[in-house]
């Protein structure tokens, strides 16, 4: 086997370097050989990240060391860190598959994705930091009745977290799958357990660790992908177009399609398609993308991490170069894929369809690329990317029980530092199990998808409260959680009748719901709801909090009283 | 300083002019540039739903799309116009602040 390998390999290479590697891989669809490269970098990365999280862990003592490991944040590594939080396994190997199926598609998703920042910086950045200390849920209740404001704040977390998480748990599960030959399930419980093992004892320190040390991984391995990409092609992005072109429209011609039909298949890639069928869906899906992000709890939460509201700011603009930055280079992997991937038996089913799954394109190409090691690497940084994530989705759900529900709701924020503590460590723990049984439960669904109906969610409760609560003197606690609540409810009815859910995966029949998104509607209904409830609000509390909103704005705008980062 | 002089110092900045012209200049500037991002995105998305043969046009006789640079374009335009805030965030905002504070910190506080 060995001899016959090295001839393919010697034979292949002398033509062009290719068709060595798929030679290479032949005959292995079935279990994969273990990969010692990937193992020894995963296990690189896994003991590195532990030694961090044993060192975070002798100086997370309280809260707010594990909510916001004190506040001292500089915001060039938090924006690192966001970007480590926001470049998700969903987008790098999501994106990348819808490139190497649908080409321009990819694009769409990428620019929603990005477009969220920069209102982000625009509106609330500074403002959160300047009010907040733990949670958004600090900036969202800030002059309105406690228990109510908390209570939706924590709904609508743990609401988004598990639709993200499903997306992130599937996405690992997938992954090692393909790379270590592990079942899913033995797959998904590795990425559980570790997640726990960062946040339960490293709290936001390790977190943080974990996810700058992950986004440079992550950009320099696709960025070596993107390079080795473009120079096959003299760094001519019209040529590496132009034969992915070329790869679909033979794709076509071997299907049976005529010459016309296969040249406009062929064409396709270069414009939108059928991704989004519909005006509505496509206004509905990127209002879901774009304001989503900001409402996105883990997001949000990295924002009390900085110092003050200049490195807030500054933390923004860094994430949002480097998320962009990202997003160019898995355009470019997405086409690498069609040409490199594509045209591969090896890389494929008996049906044409990419081995290991529909998200795995980004994968193959790195085989492609750079051979075993590179794969390993590339294997390895996906891997890497779901714990970072993931751990802070779980540490942003653990904050939203302990802070938000535990120590104001039901100790009226007399809650001793220690006990609260003890309280997002029980949660961590429980949200990890969660985690591990949302990942066995969906994993058949299309990743990036799932992660849409997570900005949908925030989208329309988290963005049309902390907008309105920040802008707007009129609103109260009546309007915020109540209303809130009714966008919050409207985003999730209309998804679980939407056809991903109620066709694709529960398998009920042609969906109530037609589009793809249901922002388009749901957020006007979280804006419109807080507004009429604020509005024919005439409780005695109602007044308290408008009469409130004069100091607010000044310390949102000012930082007055803000809390400061913490020594011990 | 306590929460009593925090909240003195709340009013008196509240009351300042120089706060409340460098407030609205500042809710100005954000809501302008977020308009100019939402909007050239929604129009982006309309262009998508309604004309997908006009982003899916050669440019120059070539391959390449006129959607690849406007999409592409849009991200640039996110980053572009968040480095402008910041930098003008950090050139005019702090400054005018931080001695809009200051004054007033001496008015409640005493000298």
């Known amino acids: 086997m060995k001899g016959r390998l090295a001839i393919f390999i010697a034979t292949g290479a002398s033509l062009c370097p290719l068709p060595a590697l798929a030679a290479a891989l032949e005959g292995q669809a079935q279990q994969q050989p273990i990969n010692w490269v990937a193992i020894g970098m995963f296990v690189a990365f896994v003991g590195l990240t532990l030694w961090i999280t044993k060192v975070a862990a002798s100086q997370t003592r309280t809260a707010s ?45 990428s620019t929603g994705f990005l477009v969220g920042w920069p209102i982000l ?41 598990s639709f993200y998480l499903i997306a992130q748990m599937v996405g690992a599960g997938q992954l090692i799958k393909l790379l270590f030959g592990l079942p899913y399930a033995a797959a998904v419980c590795i990425v559980g357990a570790l997640m726990m093992l960062y946040v339960l004892f490293g709290g936001m320190r390790a977190t943080t660790w974990v996810q700058i040390i992950k986004a440079v991984l992550l950009l320099g391995g696709a960025t070596f992908m993107a390079l080795m990409v473009l120079a096959q092609f003299g760094f001519s992005p019209e040529a590496l177009f132009a034969r992915a072109v070329q ?21 396709s890639i270069m414009a939108p398609g059928n991704f989004i069928k519909d005006p509505v869906s496509a206004i509905s899906f990127g209002l879901a993308l774009m ?28 994430a949002t170069g480097w998320i962009g930055y990202f997003y160019i280079l898995t355009f470019i992997i997405g086409f690498g894929a069609i040409v490199m991937v594509g045209t591969q038996p090896a890389y494929l089913d008996e049906g044409e369809l990419l081995r290991g799954g529909g998200n795995m394109a980004a994968i193959h190409l790195a085989h492609a ?16 990317t779901i714990l970072a994530v993931v751990a802070g989705l779980t540490l942003s759900a653990a904050s939203a029980v302990s802070h938000d529900v535990y120590a104001t709701v039901i100790k009226k924020g007399a809650a001793d530092s220690r006990d609260e503590l003890r309280v997002s460590r029980l949660t961590t723990l429980a949200l990890g199990a969660l985690a591990v049984l949302l990942g066995l439960v969906f994993e058949k669904q299309n990743v990036a998808f799932m992660v849409s109906l997570a900005f949908a969610l925030a989208a329309s409760g988290n963005f049309p409260v902390l907008i309105l609560s920040l802008f707007w003197s009129g609103c109260t606690s009546r309007g915020a959680a109540l209303g ?40 006007p209904a979280g804006f419109l709801a807080i507004w009429l409830i604020s509005l024919f609000d005439r409780s005695p509390r109602a007044a308290v909090d408008k009469a409130g909103y004069g100091a607010q704005r000044v310390r949102a705008e000012t930082g007055i009283g803000a809390f400061a980062a913490s020594d011990h | 300083m306590t929460d009593l002089d925090d909240a003195a110092l709340v009013a008196a900045v509240a009351d300042d002019p120089r706060y409340q012209g ?62 402008l805030y910041v930098a003008h965030a950090n050139r005019h905002h702090d400054a005018q602040m931080a001695a809009i504070l200051e004054d007033n910190r001496r008015k409640v506080t005493g000298p």
């Open chain 1, 369 to 384: 690329i750079g051979g075993n090691a590179f794969l390993g690497f590339i294997s390895a940084v996906a891997f890497a």
């Open chain 1, 65 to 109: 060391d594990f909510y916001t490991a004190g506040g001292g944040i500089s915001g060039f590594k938090n924006g690192l860190a966001m970007a480590g939080d926001y470049m998700s396994a969903a987008s790098f190997l999501g994106i990348s598959a819808q490139i190497f199926n649908d080409g321009y598609d990819g694009l769409i998703y």
């Open chain 1, 484 to 523: 809130g609540m009714i966008g919050l409810l409207t985003a999730f009815v209309l998804t679980l009748l939407s056809p991903a859910v109620w066709t694709a995966a529960l398998g009920l029949g042609p969906a109530p719901f037609p589009y793809s998104s249901a922002a388009i509607f749901s957020v």
């Open chain 1, 121 to 161: 910086l625009f509106l609330m950045a500074e403002r959160l930091r300047n009010l907040g200390r733990f949670t958004f849920a600090d900036v969202a209740s800030y002059r309105f009745a406690q228990v109510p404001v908390r209570s939706f704040a924590a709904i609508s977390t743990l609401l988004v977290v």
């Open chain 2, 22 to 83: 460098l407030v609205a200049r500042r809710a100005r500037l954000g809501w302008l540039l977020s308009a100019i991002i939402f909007f050239a995105f929604v129009a982006y998305l309309l262009l998508i739903a309604f004309d997908k043969a006009a982003l899916g046009a050669p440019i120059a006789g070539g391959v390449t799309s006129i959607g690849i640079p406007v999409g592409l374009g849009l991200i640039l335009l996110g980053i572009g116009l968040t480095g």
């Open chain 1, 291 to 318: 304001l989503g992000t900001a409402g996105l709890p883990h997001i949000l939460m990295r924002f009390f991490t900085v110092p003050d509201a200049k490195e807030a700011r500054k933390s923004v603009l860094w």
């Open chain 1, 247 to 267: 790869v679909k429209t033979e794709a076509a011609l071997g299907q049976g399609a005529n010459a016309a039909d296969a040249a406009a298949a062929g064409r």
